[in-house]
């Protein structure tokens, strides 16, 4: 291992010489990479930023108990104890009417005016239950739901766990829609990667067939083209992420910042793309260009 960490630099000026000589075809595998790295960073910031809205949209989930107006001190005292003690739940708010009235008049904003004239008996008193972060469970808030809809001095309970459902179930079509693209788009970099490297090989074949005369191991062989189907994969990974990063900073941010408002800011991915793409882009090219290496050495030209 240390004397292949020592011929290291020599495979790397190999991999760069093979690159410049093959330039024609080199330039083709890089651009198909970038081109495929594009697409699948694209879907990777569509699921990222699906996910980012479910998430901020699970994190303002509550359940609201609406009380009969009968209802008594100790059902509501019980009941309070009841929600405390159930899995998740990190407080319980009381809304008298009056409260509920208010807070309605500043929903309608403009149109409060419509609530003119009306007192608050016309709105029942509730408890507004809120979760922990990170325990919106929606098995949990059934199982609540539940046991206190039957309790004495509830009236009916209200909750946004069908809303919750649908879009958990949009974010499942979003993410298996990625992974298999993303799959396929793997497939077509691995292979279009691998036939660069299958074209350097032949035209090379000569000299591996002296190098395997004189004593060169397999792996001296095969590690400069490795090494290049790595720098291609990569160097594809920074350009589809250069790209990316200009796209979205100079026409889909100013676009999007107008339309979803100042609530929710959609998410380039930073840092974490650069990454996933350039070693994605490494990783194929590694996978493509060692199996056309073994696949050459073999003597399956």
């Not at 291609?232 to 250069?242: D, E, M, N, V």
């Not at 060692?290 to 696949?295: E, G, Q, T």
Request: charged share 20%.
């Amino acid at each position: 291992m240390i004397r292949w960490l020592q011929c290291f630099p020599y495979f790397l000026r190999e991999a760069l010489k093979d690159l410049r000589e093959n330039a024609g075809g080199a330039a083709i595998a890089l651009g198909t990479t970038t081109i495929s790295l594009i697409f699948l960073g694209a879907l990777w910031i569509v699921q990222l930023n699906v996910t980012i809205l479910v998430e901020s949209w699970r994190e303002r989930f509550q359940l609201t108990i609406f009380l009969g107006v009968q209802a008594t001190a100790g059902q509501k005292e019980a009941l309070r104890k009841a929600v405390l003690a159930g899995a998740g739940v990190e407080r319980v708010e009381e809304v008298d009417s009056e409260e509920a009235l208010r807070e309605m008049k500043n929903w309608l904003g403009q149109d409060a005016d419509l609530l003119q004239g009306l007192d608050g008996s016309f709105l029942p008193p509730s408890f507004r239950v809120i979760f922990r972060p990170g325990q919106r469970d929606l098995s949990h808030v059934e199982r609540l739901m539940a046991q206190v809809r039957t309790m004495p001095g509830v009236e009916r309970t209200r909750s946004d766990i069908l809303w919750l459902r649908r879009l958990e179930g949009v974010i499942r079509f979003v993410a298996l829609a990625v992974w298999t693209l993303s799959f396929l788009l793997s497939l077509g970099v691995v292979f279009i990667i691998g036939n660069t490297i299958r074209l350097t090989l032949f035209a090379r074949r000569e000299d591996i067939a002296i190098m395997h005369l004189v004593g060169a191991t397999d792996l001296f062989i095969k590690t400069p083209y490795v090494t290049e189907g790595v720098l291609c994969g990569a160097g594809g990974g920074l350009l589809a992420f250069g790209v990316l990063w200009g796209v979205f900073h100079g026409l889909f941010q100013p676009i999007a910042g107008s339309v979803t408002g100042a609530d929710f800011a959609i998410q380039a991915g930073g840092w974490r793309l650069i990454l996933g793409l350039a070693g994605a882009g490494a990783a194929l090219g590694f996978i493509g260009s060692a199996v056309s290496v073994r696949h050459f050495l073999r003597g399956g030209r």
